[in-house]
């Protein structure tokens, strides 16, 4: 049997001073980062009063509450909780659709190459702010104008999507091939023509594609919106957890996971319908 | 300048302009048929939802004079002619702010943590068991799929009010929502050096530290990162079921009418989101250049 050969150190450190010899502020880079990210949040959790009695007396509150939640059980109010569900659903559709009709004109003032940058800039800082804004905001903004109800929870989801469209569809229009748009200016079309014949037909798949997803994604927004009031099964979430009843808020959140996995899924048969088996940007 | 059209034989032409209508007429059909199941569904939610345009007609004017409201002050006057008045309470709000931010940040870590404790089991090439997987999976799955908020509400009622429900819950969700990012990395990551590690009769914990983990840090932090983006503005809104954050001051002025202090509160909110926006992609930017950016 060979012994593995002597390993000469210094020879080594002489031939790759590279590793050896890192300058101090290489080396000490990683510590110095991981020592100041801890520092924050020993900080923090000392400011945001974190105390380990407080931590184990609500876990085993938590585990006294999961006890309670089994079995998930409607009681009498089944039919009442189908309805909020359907309203959630009805809320994400309606709210996504409106946001994309108004955003697909916008959206065309906010891409590069149909409009200047003079107009662009506002217009994208605008959508900026709007996205800023949480959904749940928009939700309470919405209650005092409309009152309560899902009516409310829509115009939030649709001005907050608005925001988040506007964007998405102005990168799909600047993505797309300029051919086409040349194309149509060389047989004599007008502006309009050129976004109508050029632009719409590459963009459109596209646009269908995140309009889906993003009903999707509403689905979950939706839910949560009731919670300030902005009806839909968030709303009896809510009542429910405020009044300590269990049962029906694991049957609650139990209902949510469902839907949300079906309409997942449905979406997902759907996308791949209307835009071929090419990843959703 | 003459324009020169080749024109072909009408009996050509019709021939190939009825082959072309023919082709354009299924496709038609079904674009038709798409539209009319579209819009009946959008009628079915209109009517769940109880859409009632004549109350939005009549209060529409509300929703735009409510930003009327709220950019003027009790004076009268426009709130950026005396910007001292408009953002009078700005000592409490930065206060609040702050904790926002922190509360975030402590979340993001905590659910970072525990994200990267749980993703070695999730993900399919590093899996001790096939069960183990099963478990771990679904557990994240659960913990993304229900909105923080939700958890906030829960753990407001265990834990008491205040920031450490928010903390709690923005930590679960951030588990939820990396372990699945954090284990897709792991996937695509190269078993090459895992099997270099396991000849030289590694344990799996070895073989993980030393052949994984240096592969997948900077994928991991970049997506902590964008984690961190997110969960400020999800911790802005945690206040309104009481777990802490600015949102708690937000609310109250929403509900009780005090209009210029809720421009004032949704200034604060939106340029400290621009500003970690900006400060997060520059920091992903610097750390892992461009290429990290996801």
């Not at chain 2, 840090?217 to 954050?245: C, D, K, P, Q």
Request: charge should be positive; hydrophobic fraction near 55%; charged fraction near 15%.
């Amino acid at each position: 049997m060979t012994r593995p050969q002597e390993v000469d150190t210094a020879q080594i450190r002489a031939r790759y001073p590279d590793v050896f010899d890192r300058p101090a502020s290489a080396r000490l880079a990683m510590p110095a980062m991981i020592v100041a990210a801890l520092a924050i949040l020993v900080y923090g959790l000392v400011d945001l009063d974190f105390s380990p009695s407080r931590f184990f007396a609500g876990l085993s509150q938590l585990g006294w509450i999961s006890v309670m939640m089994i079995p998930p059980d409607p009681g009498s109010s089944l039919p009442v909780y189908l309805k909020a569900l359907g309203e959630t659903l009805s809320i994400a559709l309606l709210g996504t659709t409106l946001a994309a009709v108004f955003a697909l004109p916008v959206s065309l003032l906010a891409a590069r190459n149909i409009v200047p940058n003079i107009l662009r800039f506002p217009v994208r800082r605008f959508l900026d702010s709007i996205r800023g804004v949480d959904t749940l905001i928009w939700a309470l903004v919405w209650i005092n104008v409309v009152g309560l109800g899902p009516f409310a929870g829509v115009l939030a989801i649709a001005v907050s999507d608005f925001g988040a469209f506007g964007k998405l569809f102005s990168e799909a229009i600047e993505g797309a091939d300029q051919k086409q748009v040349e194309g149509i200016r060389a047989s004599g079309g007008s502006a309009l023509h050129e976004i109508r014949f050029g632009l719409m037909p590459q963009v459109l798949p596209v646009i269908a594609g995140q309009v889906l997803y993003f009903i999707e994604s509403n689905t979950r927004s939706a839910t949560i919106i009731g919670i300030v009031g902005a009806g839909g099964i968030g709303l009896q979430l809510a009542e429910q957890i405020r009044v300590l009843e269990w049962q029906k808020v694991s049957f609650l959140i139990l209902m949510i996971l469902v839907a949300v996995a079906a309409i997942d899924f449905i979406s997902g048969k759907l996308r791949f319908a209307i835009i071929g088996r090419r990843a959703v940007a | 300048m003459t324009i020169a059209v080749s024109i072909l034989p009408e009996q050509q032409l019709a021939t190939l302009n009825a082959a072309y209508s023919q082709a354009v007429a299924r496709r038609r059909w079904r674009l038709l048929f798409g539209a009319v199941v579209f819009a009946a569904a959008l009628l079915l939610a209109a009517v769940g939802a109880e859409v009632n345009l004549r109350t939005l007609f009549t209060h529409f004017g509300n929703f735009v004079s409510y930003f009327d409201r709220i950019l003027t002050l009790d004076s009268g006057q426009r709130v950026w002619t005396d910007v001292g008045e408009w953002l009078w309470g700005w000592r409490k709000w930065l206060k609040m702010l702050g904790e926002t931010l922190l509360i975030s940040y402590v979340g993001t870590l905590t659910g970072a943590v525990f994200a990267f404790g749980l993703n070695f089991f999730a993900a399919e090439n590093t899996s001790p068991s096939p069960w183990l997987r099963f478990v771990v999976r679904r557990l994240l799955e659960f913990a993304r799929t229900v909105p923080g908020i939700v958890f906030a509400l829960i753990f407001v009622i265990a834990f008491g009010l205040g920031p450490m429900a928010g903390v709690l819950a923005i930590a679960i969700h951030s588990t939820g929502a990396l372990g699945k990012l954090f284990s897709e990395i792991v996937e695509n990551a190269d078993m090459k050096p895992v099997e270099g590690i396991r000849s030289t009769g590694a344990s799996w914990l070895s073989c993980m530290r030393f052949a994984i983990v240096p592969q997948v840090t900077a994928g991991y932090a970049s997506y902590a990162l964008l984690r961190f983006e997110i969960n400020v503005r999800e911790a802005s809104v945690m206040g309104f079921v009481g777990a802490g954050g600015i949102g708690q001051e937000l609310v109250v002025a929403i509900r009780k009418f005090y209009y210029s202090d809720v421009s004032a509160i949704l200034l604060a909110i939106i340029v400290t989101v621009f500003i970690i926006d900006i400060g997060t992609g520059w920091l992903r930017g610097r750390l892992f250049g461009k290429e990290a950016r996801t």
